[in-house]
């Protein structure tokens, strides 16, 4: 299950200064907003055998309902939504 993890750690690794997590809930699912310094927005890398990393958002695509990047005054917000629940029928 994707965890507001992989977006700490982005913030983290490439974005000097302070960073903020917003996390809010409700009966479907979450909402994750990281706020950081950096303006630089997130970027999709080429596809290649000989990359190592930098899959960080291809990740956090695949895996949630929702994502939006917003620039701040000072930074820029990034927003994703996961569902938490599944309402759709089981195969087996």
């Known amino acids: 299950m994707f965890t507001p993890s992989e977006l700490v750690t982005n913030t983290r690794k490439y ?3 302070l960073c903020l997590l917003d996390l809010e809930l409700d009966e479907t699912g ?3 907003a990281v ?6 927005l997130p970027a ?7 990359r190592v990393g930098k ?3 291809e990740i956090i695509l695949a895996l949630c309902e929702s994502y939006d990047v ?5 930074g820029k917000r990034v927003k994703v939504r996961i569902r938490l629940t599944d309402h ?3 195969r087996f």
């Open 15 to 17: 974005a000097p200064g």
């Open 88 to 90: 759709s029928p089981r």
């Open 30 to 32: 979450a909402e994750i």
């Open 44 to 50: 999709l890398h080429g596809r290649g055998p000989d």
């Open 70 to 74: 917003q620039r701040e005054s000072i």
């Open 55 to 57: 899959h960080g958002l």
């Open 35 to 40: 706020w950081d310094t950096n303006p630089a």
